[in-house]
Structures are given as C-alpha cells and as structure tokens.
C-alpha cells in the first residue's frame, strides 16, 4: 500500500487541471492513473482545431491542448502511471490499479478525483433493425483508426447524430477522400456546436438531415446499405419515407455517457438525467474525499469547460485534505431545475459558501429570444435575455456570494427558461 | 495449396463445427479414429449455437418417445459434468412455466404429466405465492407456473469453443473456411470438395446445422427436410441481470416456448426470442417488428424489463425438421453418411447426448466400436479470467507474464494476455468476433467502442498480418481499408 493525499483517476484534461490545481493549491504527494498509453485522454485524436479558445484565448488544437497541461506536469513533482487501469475504489478511498510494470497497485489516498470521461452510446443501445456486418461503427472508434492508426475506416459513409464528433468526422473523412453522403439526425434540431455544423457540413456540402433515423442496416459481410427513414413527434419511423442509401460505413454519434462504473461500485449517489455523480459547488460527491469533474460528471461541450470544472474539483480537493472539519460543518440545499432546464450541476450547494457559485446547466429544446431567470427562495436574483438556446451547449448562471450568504437550510435555487 | 495436391485422408470428417458437430469431434476424438472437423465459417460456433436461449432444458416439452425428449433428458443430466471438464461456466437455476390462465395453467399440468413420462426430475407445479416468493419481479398476472429444479444456463459457444479446443488437443484436425462444395464417393472413401481443397473420409458426420439438408443432397439423400427458423433477441445489461434468478417461460405454442426472460452465465439478462419461419437460410439480420414483439412480449412475464438497458440485440436460426424431431442415424442411402440434422431447440441441452447417439450410428455404420484413444484427455484447463481472480492471483499473475497487467477491454475488465492466450489456443481465434467469444472483450456496454482498435492491433500482431486484412467474423467483413494518406 502507498500513501497518497491525492489519487486522480484519469490523465484527460480534467485529471491533469485537478492534479494541477491542487498542487498549487499546496497539496503534495498526488498521482494520475490514466488507462491510456499516453497523458490528453480523447484529445490525443482530437488533431482538429477549436480548443482553447476561452480558456487560453487561442484556437489549438486537441494534442496542443493536452500538451500545454502535460507541460506544465513535468515541473511538478506529480506522480504519473499511463497504461494503468483502477479496478476498485474502497469505502475507504483504497485506490486498487493494475499495470504491467507495477503488476497490482493499491493506493491509500486522503482524497480522490473521478475524471475518468465517458464513452460513446454503441449501436446495440439504438435497436437498429438489420444485420451484424462489419463497418457500423461510434465516430470516435473511426476517429482513432484514421488519426491514431492511420487506417481508412470507410470510404462512403453514413454518419448518424449530429453530436460534435460525428460533425468533426464528417469533415475528416471528407479530407481523406472520403465521400460523406449525410448526417441524420433523430430530433428535430442538431445536438452539436452552431461552429461545427457550419464549418464541417454546410462548408462541404455535406446534407444534415434531421428528423431522420436510420432503420435498418443492409449486407452480410461488411455493410452495403442503410435505409433511412424520417421520424414523427414521437420519433417513430414514418412510413413510405424510406429510403435506401448504399454505403460501406454507419458511423454513430448518437450520444455520450459517463463513464462511471468505478463511481457506482463505491456506492455514490448518481443523477439521472446526467448519468454522473450528484455532487456539491465542490464538486465533492456524497462519499467523503471523492470528487468528480470533466465528462464524468456532466457531457460538456466544450474542452475549456472540462478544465474550469476540474479546477474547481481540484481545489475543493485541497481544501478537503487541508481540512477536513471544514466540510464537515458544510449544510447543503439542492439547485432546481426549472422550466426548461434538464439538469443543474451542481446539484448541491453549501449554503456557507463565502464564493459566487457557477450553476452550469443545459436546456430542454432549442429557445429564440428566452430568458434565463435564476431565483432564489422564489425571488429572481437575476434575469438574462439569449438569442438562442441550444440543447448542445452547456450554459451557465452566477449565484453571488451575496445571494448564498442570504440562503437558509430551507432555502431554494432555481434555474428557469421564460420564453 | 498443398492440401489440394495431397488430399488429406481421415477415418471421419465431421462437417459443421457447432456445438454438435464439436462435441462429437471431442467424442471421437477418444478413440483412435483420424477425425477431422470441417468449418466453412473463419471460427466455430458461427451458427445456430452462437445465437440461441443459452438454456439447458430440463426436458418436459418434447413428446413422449422422441429422440428430442430422450436425448434432452440424457443431455441435461450429463451437462454439469461436461462444463466441469471443459471448464465451461454452467449454472443450475432451475426453470419456470408460468401461466396466465386457467387455461394456461391446465397446459402447465399437461407439462407436467409429459415431464413425469419423459423422466424428468424434480418437476413440480407451483402456486401463485411460492411462484412470487421466488421470482418477486414476476407478472402480478400470474397464475402459478411449472418449476424444473434440473434446468440450467451455460454459455452455447463457450461450450462449442472448448469441446473443440478438447477435441483438436486430443488429435482432432480443425479445418476453417472450407466450405464443403461437393462429395465424390469412390472405392468407399468421400473425397469432399471445399473452399479450401480436397478432404478425403471413409465416414462423414452431416452436422451443418441449417445446411445439413444441402450436405445430404450432395450425396443423393433428399430425405432431410428443414425450415429455417429465426429467432430475435435482446442481450441488456449486467446492471439487469438479477431481475429474475430462474429462466422464465411462457406457455408453448406450435412455434415453439415462446418468449423468455432468463439471466444469463456471464451475468447479462436475456430476452426472446421470436419464431419467424425464413426463406433465407443464413439471413440473421434483426427486425424492427421482431424487436418490438420481444420487447412487449418480455413484459408480459416480467414487467420491470425495459430494453433501455439493452446492449444489443441479434437473430438466431435453428434448423427445424419438418418432421419435428432430431435426425440422428446413418443415411439410407448411404450408410457412411451420417446424418445429424434438425437438431433445433433442445439441442444444446441434448449435445453431449446427442453426440453419443451419432457416435453409436457411427459404430454401427462401422460395423464396431473403434478402439480408444489411451492418451484422450477429457479435460480442458480454464483460460486465464482476469476479472475472476483475487488481488493475490492478479498480482502473482501479471509478475509471470506483464500481458495480464494491460487491460484492453475495460467494461468487462478483459486483459492483453487473455486476447494473446485466444489467439494461440487451439482452433484459436482469428478475428475480432472470435476474441469476443472467447474472452468477452468488446461483451460490455461499450461493445468494443474503445477496445475494438486494440483487439484489431493485436490480431495484426499475432497473426502477422496487416491491420487492414483483420476482419469481425472472416470472409470479407474487414474493418478497415487501406491506409490514410
């Protein structure tokens, strides 16, 4: 057993901010587990351009992104394990790992960070009619063939859901030469950044078709042809809008859910809507010492988001191993999502908090001209006219530490949409 | 090729490597018999037994006096000492009928009179409140149900995998992607003509599932008569997978048990399947309207199941014999082919019976029992299971070979090691489905989203072949084409 104060659980950009962040934050003996070959977690695929540009001010690229905080590691004296895989956490925070040079690591950590991402919904979870052939695959495995690998996972291809990856590869795969014939998109409205449908599809001609699925996929061997359909309200097939379109390649980008295995065999408290853990302004779970931040605890949108989140994570985890009465005192509210609202993170506050305190939050369909009210024990603290509201993107509302120093253990916080 | 210059020549070649097929090669193997186990697939188990209920029945459905109702209760009997040899997971969770209705329920007694006739075992009809008390999260609808105490689960190609594997250590040839194109007869030895040159026997042991009616003709026997039949399922996640602890039916009908709710051996729940008569024979392509019908018909059981936990869903084909029961015996117009066809549902569970009734047909054919192999050994070692191990086996493990300290498939916690073993294992695996059958890597919720890269690395690699030539399941089904610019 080896003593940690420390333990992140992931080398992404959310682990590498939170290790940085406690580490200036005066916390010492801390060490990142990343499954992965290498630190950067899924930028390492990412060579497209489009990071950075509201936490550095700069447009780089995902590998440059990573970089900036892999840098940054190497003037720490952070511990670093890559291709290292954690099998278990304990109700203890026992941090129990596997990798080839250390064989079984077990690590006794005061407090853990969870940033170990998400994954891509496969197509088992969609129940698409048809057969098995090879060729159906999620935009970020075909991703990691063509930029990782170096292989052409497809040359005529199918991508269905308009999600960020699936835009991005429409655009890679284009500039690979290969023919994208178009994007299908279940809802009426594209889950994706506003940016990426115009600079990967409308700039290359590539038709977003929306309020169309895919219903059936064709060839024994590798796959020949999908037949696309368009979809009512109630995003069932409609029928005699069938039509077949012969292509070698379906690639998935049909949504994104946090990795959480390690998170729910310690028992924590999850959140449906978000499929991460509920967790406080902290963004400390309700397991004492165990934090969440970056994919893991909400889908973001954008990179620069992850690494604010994860900085938070990072310092609520110093403040924890600096003084663990602190949060014992701590008396929590909930955070309400309103009309309009799916889900608030984070979905506790301390009611002591002497800080403003971010609620990040996404909405429920696509609003023009709406408000976003934030009130307080049903009095609006704050009332912001938007252009436009996309579920795609992540938004956000201050609550001032004026405002929480006001709040009682009753007190509510709620985040809504006034159209 | 150098097999199509000199022919092999063998005692007996068993056409078809499903779980009939290879559990008679295991079988003959223990006898000193040249056998030889022909496959037009790139791995076994890529027919009726890589997709089915994974149920051993306990033997109440089929009628009185029928090979199916003889060799089902033979076979579920001998099943857990087989598993335990093949080091193949099997569970003894007993089965339900349950009933709907009175009328159902007098079916139910029906079952149970059959049962008792057929010789099964610890049979018992069950009210409404003992049927609760052991499946609390079955239908409030149900009436009471037929409990099977000797009814199990195991995992159909496992099983098929490691009687091959048994079979090919104990001297069986295995012989992939020869696809039998046609069979000459001469001076009492077949020469089978394949994708994959010339194969002479002096015996052949028809057992090619669905196609065994095509391999009979070849040899002027019409006499095999099937339907393919196909089956839709849902596999749904491990978080699941408790729902119920037995297997859960519905009440027969003339297609077949109906829809079933059953845990599986590796944890997952499993629902379906349909029963759709098909014109295609190899088309196991899933149905908007099959999907739907398992999904609503899933409920009726077991309310709670929802297929918002599926992690995917397929079709399986069973070969059903017009005559509605196994055809097991030497042909009669030619006694050196054996036929093993029509082997549907419950064939699995009759397998290692089944394969004993087609030996003796052999025998018979032969004229004698061939003498026995004195090196057969029946067991096969367990493959290294990472996931099931203790941290002290973990660690005393990955210190002897570091390939079990890399985990490529991380839902199911499937190592590098593990992958490397399937490829070398005898009649190992040689594409990505065949790693998934073998160790479960790309099994999970992911379905190999992230491992699926991995898997295809290392198949290059052992193989030494490039990645591009790796495929899902042979044949053309590759997955990647050339190389980026």
Same mark, same amino acid.
């Given at each position: 057993m080896i003593k940690y104060d420390l333990a992140v659980v992931g080398g992404g950009p959310a682990g590498m901010a939170a290790a940085l962040e406690a580490h200036k934050c005066g916390v010492n003996k801390i060490i990142i587990l990343e499954r992965a070959e290498t630190l950067g977690g899924i930028l390492e695929q990412c060579i497209h351009t489009g990071f950075g540009l509201h936490y550095f001010g700069e447009e780089l690229s995902g590998p440059e992104y990573a970089d900036r905080f892999i840098e940054q590691l190497k003037d720490t004296n952070i511990d670093v394990k890559t291709d290292t895989m954690v099998l278990d956490i304990s109700q203890s925070n026992v941090v129990t790992a596997v990798n080839k040079t250390d064989g079984l690591l077990q690590i006794d950590a005061t407090a853990v960070v969870l940033a170990m991402g998400c994954r891509e919904r496969p197509r088992?979870?969609?129940?698409?009619?048809?057969?098995?052939?090879?060729?159906?695959?999620?935009?970020?495995?075909?991703?990691?063939?063509?930029?990782?690998?170096?292989?052409?996972?497809?040359?005529?291809?199918?991508?269905?859901?308009?999600?960020?990856?699936?835009?991005?590869?429409?655009?890679?795969m284009t500039l690979e030469g290969a023919h994208v014939k178009m994007v299908c998109e279940l809802m009426p409205y594209?889950?994706?950044?506003?940016?990426?449908?115009?600079?990967?599809?409308?700039?290359?001609?590539?038709?977003?078709?929306?309020?169309?699925?895919?219903?059936?996929?064709?060839?024994?061997?590798?796959?020949?042809?999908?037949?696309?359909?368009?979809?009512?309200?109630?995003?069932?097939?409609?029928?005699?809008?069938?039509?077949?379109?012969?292509?070698?390649?379906?690639?998935?980008?049909?949504?994104?859910?946090?990795?959480?295995e390690l998170t729910k065999g310690i028992g924590i408290a999850m959140d449906p809507v978000t499929n991460g853990a509920v967790v406080t302004e902290m963004r400390e779970t309700d397991h004492p010492g165990v934090f969440a931040c970056g994919n893991v605890l909400q889908v973001h949108d954008l990179v620069d988001y992850v690494t604010m989140e994860a900085q938070i994570a990072g310092r609520g985890a110093a403040a924890y191993i600096q003084d663990k009465?602190?949060?014992?005192?701590?008396?929590?509210?909930?955070?309400?999502?309103?009309?309009?609202?799916?889900?608030?993170v984070p979905q506790k506050m301390n009611i002591h908090s002497r800080e403003d305190i971010k609620l990040y939050f996404r909405v429920s369909a696509v609003y023009k001209n709406a408000k976003v009210v934030l009130e307080a024990d049903g009095k609006v603290i704050s009332s912001k006219k938007k252009v436009k509201l996309a579920p795609g993107e992540m938004e956000n509302v201050t609550v001032p530490a004026d405002v929480i120093a006001s709040l009682a253990k009753d007190s509510t916080v709620c985040v809504r949409v006034e159209e | 090729?150098?097999?199509?210059?000199?022919?092999?020549?063998?005692?007996?070649?068993?056409?078809?490597?499903?779980?009939?097929?290879?559990?008679?090669?295991?079988?003959?193997?223990?006898?000193?018999?040249?056998?030889?186990?022909?496959?037009?697939?790139?791995?076994?188990?890529?027919?009726?037994?890589?997709?089915?209920?994974a149920i051993v029945h306990a033997g109440f459905d089929a009628m009185p006096g029928t090979?199916?109702?003889?060799?089902?209760?033979?076979?579920?009997?001998?099943?857990?000492?087989?598993?335990?040899?093949?080091?193949?997971?099997?569970?003894?969770?007993?089965?339900?009928?349950?009933?709907?209705?009175?009328? +159902?329920?007098s079916t139910i007694h029906e079952l149970y009179e059959r049962g008792q006739k057929n010789g099964v075992p610890q049979l018992s009809v069950i009210d409404?409140?003992?049927?609760?008390?052991?499946?609390?999260?079955?239908?409030?609808?149900?009436?009471?149900?037929?409990?099977?105490?000797?009814?199990?689960?195991?995992?159909?190609?496992?099983?098929?995998?490691?009687?091959?594997?048994?079979?090919?250590?104990?001297?069986?040839?295995?012989?992939?992607?020869?696809?039998?194109?046609s069979i000459e007869d001469k001076d009492g030895v077949f020469t089978l003509k394949t994708t994959d040159?010339?194969?002479?026997?002096?015996?052949?042991?028809?057992?090619?599932?669905?196609?065994?009616?095509?391999?009979?003709?070849?040899?002027?026997?019409?006499?095999?008569?099937?339907?393919?039949?196909?089956?839709?399922?849902?596999?749904?996640?491990?978080?699941?997978?408790?729902?119920?602890? @037995?297997?859960?039916?519905?009440?027969?009908?003339?297609?077949?048990?109906?829809?079933?709710?059953t845990p599986t051996v590796d944890g997952n729940l499993l629902i379906g399947p349909t029963a759709k008569d098909i014109p295609e024979k190899d088309n196991v392509a899933t149905t908007a309207q099959g999907l739907e019908t398992v999904r609503t018909l899933a409920m009726k059981s077991v309310p709670c199941v929802s297929v918002r936990s599926a992690i995917t869903s397929f079709t399986g084909l069973r070969a059903h014999p017009t005559t509605d029961d196994f055809i097991i015996?030497?042909?009669?117009?030619?006694?050196?082919?054996?036929?093993?066809?029509?082997?549907?549902?419950?064939?699995?569970?009759?397998?290692?019976?089944?394969?004993?009734?087609?030996?003796?047909?052999?025998?018979?054919?032969?004229?004698?029992?061939?003498?026995?192999?004195?090196?057969?050994?029946?067991?096969?070692?367990?493959?290294?299971?990472?996931?099931?191990?203790?941290?002290? +086996?973990?660690?005393?493990?990955?210190?002897?070979?570091?390939?079990?300290?890399?985990?490529?498939?991380?839902?199911?916690?499937?190592?590098?090691?593990?992958?490397?073993?399937?490829? @070398?294992?005898?009649?190992?695996?040689?594409?990505?489905?065949?790693?998934?059958?073998?160790?479960?890597?790309?099994?999970?919720?992911?379905?190999?989203?992230?491992?699926?890269?991995?898997?295809? +690395?290392?198949?290059?690699?052992?193989?030494?072949?490039?990645?591009?030539?790796?495929t899902k399941f042979g044949g053309h089904s590759n997955i990647l084409f050339d190389k980026t610019k």
């Open positions: 088992g979870a969609l129940s698409i009619a048809g057969t098995r052939a090879s060729g159906i695959m999620t935009a970020g495995t075909a991703q990691k063939y063509v930029n990782i690998d170096g292989y052409m996972p497809g040359k005529e291809i199918v991508i269905l859901g308009s999600g960020d990856i699936g835009l991005i590869m429409a655009r890679r594209s889950g994706g950044l506003t940016r990426n449908i115009v600079q990967c599809l409308d700039d290359f001609g590539i038709p977003l078709k929306l309020s169309t699925t895919v219903i059936e996929t064709h060839g024994k061997e590798r796959l020949e042809g999908v037949t696309i359909a368009k979809v009512d309200a109630h995003n069932q097939p409609i029928k005699g809008t069938e039509e077949y379109v012969p292509c070698d390649t379906l690639m998935l980008s049909v949504g994104l859910i946090p990795e959480n009465a602190a949060f014992e005192n701590a008396e929590y509210i909930s955070t309400t999502p309103g009309n309009g609202v799916r889900y608030i | 090729m150098f097999s199509e210059v000199f022919a092999m020549s063998y005692d007996v070649a068993v056409i078809g490597a499903g779980v009939i097929g290879a559990m008679t090669a295991r079988l003959l193997s223990s006898y000193r018999l040249k056998t030889v186990l022909v496959e037009k697939t790139n791995d076994v188990a890529m027919g009726a037994s890589k997709a089915n209920s090979m199916k109702a003889k060799l089902n209760v033979q076979g579920c009997a001998m099943m857990p000492t087989v598993c335990k040899e093949l080091s193949v997971p099997y569970k003894n969770n007993g089965s339900l009928v349950v009933a709907f209705s009175d009328e +159902e329920m409404r409140e003992t049927l609760r008390a052991l499946e609390p999260n079955i239908s409030p609808e149900a009436k009471g149900a037929l409990l099977a105490k000797s009814a199990g689960i195991v995992c159909p190609y496992e099983l098929t995998i490691a009687a091959t594997e048994n079979a090919v250590s104990n001297g069986v040839d295995f012989r992939r992607n020869a696809g039998v194109t040159g010339d194969i002479q026997a002096k015996y052949i042991i028809d057992a090619a599932g669905c196609h065994s009616d095509d391999i009979a003709r070849m040899l002027g026997d019409d006499s095999v008569s099937l339907v393919v039949r196909a089956g839709e399922y849902y596999v749904l996640d491990r978080s699941v997978g408790d729902t119920v602890s @037995h297997t859960i039916f519905q009440c027969p009908t003339a297609m077949g048990k109906g829809i079933l709710v015996g030497a042909s009669k117009v030619n006694n050196r082919l054996i036929l093993a066809a029509g082997i549907e549902s419950p064939g699995l569970s009759s397998a290692p019976a089944a394969a004993v009734a087609i030996v003796n047909a052999l025998f018979e054919a032969m004229g004698g029992e061939a003498d026995k192999n004195p090196v057969y050994n029946p067991i096969r070692e367990e493959p290294v299971r990472f996931r099931h191990l203790s941290d002290e +086996e973990r660690a005393a493990l990955i210190a002897k070979n570091p390939a079990y300290g890399r985990i490529i498939c991380r839902c199911e916690t499937i190592t590098e090691g593990e992958i490397i073993d399937a490829i @070398h294992a005898p009649a190992g695996a040689r594409d990505v489905d065949g790693i998934k059958r073998r160790t479960r890597a790309g099994m999970g919720r992911c379905q190999g989203g992230f491992c699926g890269s991995k898997v295809v +690395e290392i198949l290059a690699r052992e193989l030494k072949k490039p990645e591009n030539e790796i």
